[in-house]
């Protein structure tokens, strides 16, 4: 994770840069596949924020159905 | 078709939306894999059958040069695939019933489509008809990696192929009690999974994504954990009507 959590919630700013982090286009790659997804980046440093929700939400279910689990 | 559901899943945006118009797991590339392992001609006479709005279609026209005809039973998706592409040979029919006569065709395509059919069974008798002696088949579709999945997959009330998959064992025996000769099966499930790691990110999650889809008569959780134990795979089989010397079958996963 690369951001805190500022001002009114789901608010972010970027820890290295002070910048509010804002959604855009990201490539996720996982075992050699690529996947466009929205998520909310820096626009200074292109640090990337994957929230907790996130990385045990669909991110995992992803990785799951990736390794055939 | 299923009856269970108005709305086919392959109609709608839910899917469509992460497939692109090809509509089906790996867009073109198990297409591109087949064409080269087939090696039509230019101007070979080739059926697409479900073609839906004529994406593949399009794709043997425009990159391989070939003389493509596409069928589908959907009306909604032939009137898309006409205003996207005016011109495109694009016909209302279904695979059990085909508009072409005996002998017509170089190559069949049935690209996730056959477990979409009423009767599988008569769709590989009009393939058969209309292929040229020598003539390829080429087929991809889902299928059940587990087969004691599969009775509970019908029940499902979902329109679409998974509800049609079968294990790949029936699948090849099914195309060769109508005489074709099984030239190669290749396992293709990571574009499956590619597909599915797609609708997850779209939707949030497949249970979510079953919920865009499905008519609500069962939870969403219950279609996923039916879909999880039949462990769907994907799958390309090609196949050939005899009436050329002999290949030897392979099978590679």
């Known amino acids: ?27 996720v790659s996982y075992m050699g596949s690529d996947f466009p997804v929205e998520l909310l980046k820096c626009k200074k440093c292109g640090f990337v924020l994957i929230t907790e929700e996130l990385a045990l939400g669909k991110m995992l279910e992803v990785e799951k159905t990736l390794e055939d689990k | 078709m299923h009856s269970t559901v108005s709305c086919p899943l392959y109609e709608g945006r839910p899917i469509r939306d992460v497939t692109g118009d090809a509509i089906r797991p790996g867009g073109f590339i198990i297409t591109d894999r087949a064409l080269a392992f087939c090696s039509f001609a ?12 004529g994406a593949t279609v399009e794709h043997l026209i425009c990159n391989y040069h070939l003389d493509a005809v596409g069928v589908d039973p959907s009306p909604v998706l032939l009137e898309q695939g006409r205003r996207r592409h005016p011109g495109l040979p694009l016909v209302e029919a279904a695979g059990e019933s085909l508009p072409f006569g005996d ?9 996730c489509t056959l477990s979409v ?5 008569k769709a ?20 059940a990696r587990n087969p004691a999945g599969v009775d509970e997959l019908r029940k499902l009330p979902l329109t679409g192929c998974l509800t049609g998959a079968m294990s790949v064992q029936t699948l090849i025996q099914k195309i060769s009690a109508r005489g074709f000769e ?6 293709h499930s990571r574009l499956l999974g590619e597909l599915t790691a797609r609708l997850i990110l779209a939707h949030g999650s497949m249970a979510m994504f079953w919920g865009c889809v499905s008519d609500k008569s069962i939870s969403c959780e219950e279609i996923q954990n039916t879909v999880q134990k039949a462990r769907p795979g994907y799958v390309l089989v090609l196949a050939k009507k005899p009436g050329s010397s002999k290949e030897g079958n392979c099978r590679h996963d």
């Not at chain 2, 230019?42 to 709005?53: N, P």
């Not at chain 2, 002998?103 to 049935?110: I, K, P």
């Not at chain 2, 059919?117 to 069974?121: A, E, G, T, Y």
């Not at chain 2, 099984?182 to 396992?187: A, S």
């Open chain 2, 182 to 187: 099984v030239v190669l099966w290749e396992d």
């Open chain 1, 1 to 27: 994770m690369a951001g805190k959590d500022t001002q009114a919630e789901g608010v972010f700013e970027c820890l290295k840069c002070n910048m509010p982090m804002e959604s855009g286009k990201v490539t």
């Open chain 2, 124 to 143: 590989l008798a009009e393939f058969y008809r209309v292929l040229k002696d020598a003539g390829w088949l080429v087929i991809t579709d889902v299928y």
């Open chain 2, 117 to 121: 059919m009423k009767s599988p069974d």
């Open chain 2, 103 to 111: 002998g017509e065709m170089d190559g069949v395509f049935a690209e």
């Open chain 2, 42 to 53: 230019a101007g070979a006479r080739v059926l697409d059958v479900g073609c839906g709005v």
